[in-house]
């Protein structure tokens, strides 16, 4: 009787960490300077990947679960495009893509 109980207390257990461990997921976020030129590209950068990061927590919010913070900009990835303003000087559009870990 009491193996049966300790073999059922070990299943239970079992599915229900197993189910939270599976349950976390990430979210691919895009984030975009929607057409703004920045003159520093770490700046452009930075506003992009916090935009993905943005989109990435809102993709898990609406599956119902709990993004973790994001420490920092430097998690994503940035591409940009240059164009030379009237001055001369470069300007920087950039996009990015990031991720951040959903828990449910």
């Not at 189910?19 to 700046?43: E, F, L």
Request: charged share 20%.
């Amino acid at each position: 009787m009491t193996r049966t109980v300790g073999l059922l207390l070990t299943a239970v257990l079992l599915v229900l960490f197993g189910a939270s461990i599976a349950a976390a997921q990430s979210y691919k976020g895009y984030g975009d300077t929607g057409g703004y030129y920045h003159d520093r590209k770490q700046v452009c950068c930075d506003a992009a990947i916090e935009g993905a990061q943005i989109d990435s927590a809102n993709a898990c919010r609406r599956t119902g679960g709990f993004a973790e913070q994001p420490r920092g900009v430097s998690a994503g990835r940035c591409k940009w495009k240059t164009r030379q303003g009237s001055n001369r000087r470069p300007y920087y559009w950039c996009t990015a893509t990031a991720s951040l870990r959903c828990r449910r």
